[in-house]
């Protein structure tokens, strides 16, 4: 079995329950045992190795909780539309060369929650993997400093979008932090017309995540805390 098709199976802690899967996507067998060799020692993370080709059935198999990508720009915009079809996608820590370059909106919405340098330490990757688990986003310094203007520019230049009536209500939801079930089930609807919402509440708000769109809509007075 090649390095790109190892996996190492998670021991179980002492609650007697395996910890969350990390799926390491890389370009190269030589770079996949670099990143799994920094993770391996850590028994927080079951970590396992894909080659991009394979990455469809390894996520079939594992459902991780992360997925580490470390590919070249090419590789990781398949890998990223891959991601994008899945109904559930995991959380994404993506290592670049430059992260202020892949820190971009058509990035963000695949899942990506981390951006780091494609020669981050074993501490950093480390952390940025357990924020993408909790749901937050953590960023080379270099990505957060430049973009962050930018997008406060831009939001401040344009208008407050406008939503629906029932994307307004979905809005207000996920600010109580709801699963889409739970909102389907109080709207009396489906659960996929709960994601159409959600993708549409997305996309108006030019949001990476639901935190996101939370943040901007209170701070626009859309909805209130």
């Known amino acids: 079995m090649s390095v790109a098709e190892r996996r190492r199976l998670p021991t179980r802690d002492d609650r007697g329950e395996r910890p969350s899967a990390v799926l390491v996507v890389a370009g190269s067998e030589l770079i996949a045992a670099r990143i799994e060799a920094m993770l391996r020692a850590r028994a927080d993370f079951g970590v396992a190795v894909s080659s991009p080709s394979q990455l469809s ?7 991780p909780a992360v997925v580490v990508l470390a590919l070249g720009t090419d590789a990781t915009a398949r890998a990223l539309e891959t991601l994008r079809a899945l ?7 993506l290592l670049a060369a430059d992260p202020v370059a892949a820190w971009k909106s058509e990035v963000r919405r695949p899942g990506v ?5 494609d020669d981050a330490t074993a501490e950093e990757l480390a952390a940025a993997i357990a924020a993408a688990k909790a749901g937050l ?12 203007p930018a997008r406060a520019a ?5 208008a407050a979008p406008s939503l629906t009536p029932r994307e307004l209500e979905v809005l207000e939801m996920l600010a109580e932090g709801l699963s889409n079930r739970i909102i389907a089930a ?23 995540s639901r935190t996101e769109a939370v943040t901007f809509g209170v701070r626009q007075g859309l909805i209130a805390l």
């Open 57 to 63: 059935r390894r996520l079939d198999e594992l459902s």
């Open 87 to 93: 109904q559930s996608v995991p959380a994404v820590v």
């Open 186 to 208: 109080r709207l009396g609807i489906s659960s996929q017309t709960v994601k159409f919402h959600v993708a549409s509440i997305l996309a108006k708000l030019d949001a990476g």
């Open 154 to 158: 831009e939001r401040r230049d344009r």
């Open 137 to 148: 986003v953590a960023l080379h310094p270099d990505a957060l400093e430049s973009s962050a």
């Open 113 to 117: 929650r981390a951006v780091l340098r």
